[in-house]
């Protein structure tokens, strides 16, 4: 590897980890009149998003790619190891230097809190930070010309789904749970520093102790 490549390499690894130290634009809480659930999973390894699709533009490519879905978990990672599954190859490249992201989605008819057994966290969002999540999410994926999100393989959910071609380069300072944490940051969540959630369960710890997980109660519920 050149000098010039390792150079590439080291600041394409920084320039993520600079911006999360950035403090986001503020973003409005949640209140009785204007509050979304989502939730935010763990299998252990992974930490994943549980969206209603309607948390998506109609015309969005995610809808327009799953016109049938009801509910997302959405998931993102290195194309090699989140695909076909972690192997010493794999590990050693997705950590050595920048490599291609995909985005898992699970297309489902039912919530996935319901059809999967993962530990999860409830979160509680405005419209505006769901908006700015979303949009977030879609703007990770690369497109054809035509709009719609470019498909790498089958998902992993035989009910519907697909690992997505993704913008962004997976690194060792921007794993899958770092670039989630990132994302939930970016919708105005606390979840601290952002490259410090290596594993699932940092995050949806910092998330029971300073995200709400129901909507406020309105007037005349809270009397």
């Given at each position: 590897m050149t000098r010039l490549t390792r150079l590439i390499c080291l600041l394409a690894a920084l320039i993520p980890g600079l911006a999360a130290c950035t403090r986001p634009?503020?973003?409005?809480?949640?209140?009785?009149?204007?509050?979304?659930?989502?939730?935010?999973?763990s299998n252990g390894w992974h930490a994943n998003y549980y969206l209603s699709s309607e948390a998506f533009a109609e015309d969005g490519p995610l809808r327009a790619a799953f016109p049938g879905a009801r509910w997302f978990a959405i998931g993102w990672g290195d194309a090699s190891a989140y695909v076909t599954g972690v192997n010493p190859l794999n590990s050693i490249a997705a950590i050595g230097?920048?490599?291609?992201?995909?985005?898992?989605?699970?297309?489902?008819?039912?919530?996935?809190?319901?059809?999967?057994?993962?530990?999860?966290?409830?979160?509680?969002?405005?419209?505006?930070?769901?908006?700015?999540?979303?949009?977030?999410?879609?703007?990770e994926l690369a497109l054809d010309g035509q709009g719609y999100p470019l498909r790498v393989a089958d998902g992993l959910d035989l009910r519907g789904g697909a690992f997505l071609a993704g913008r962004s380069s997976y690194h060792a300072f921007q794993t899958c749970n770092v670039w989630t944490a990132a994302r939930l940051r970016e919708a105005g969540l606390d979840v601290g520093w952002a490259g410090g959630h290596l594993l699932p369960s940092s995050l949806l710890n910092r998330l029971e102790r300073t995200a709400p997980s129901r909507c406020p109660?309105?007037?005349?519920?809270a009397r």
């Open positions: 634009e503020p973003v409005a809480a949640p209140d009785a009149a204007d509050c979304h659930l989502i939730a935010v999973s230097w920048p490599t291609p992201s995909v985005m898992h989605v699970a297309a489902l008819q039912r919530d996935p809190r319901d059809a999967y057994l993962s530990e999860y966290r409830d979160v509680a969002l405005s419209g505006e930070s769901l908006a700015i999540l979303a949009s977030a999410l879609e703007s109660p309105s007037g005349e519920e």
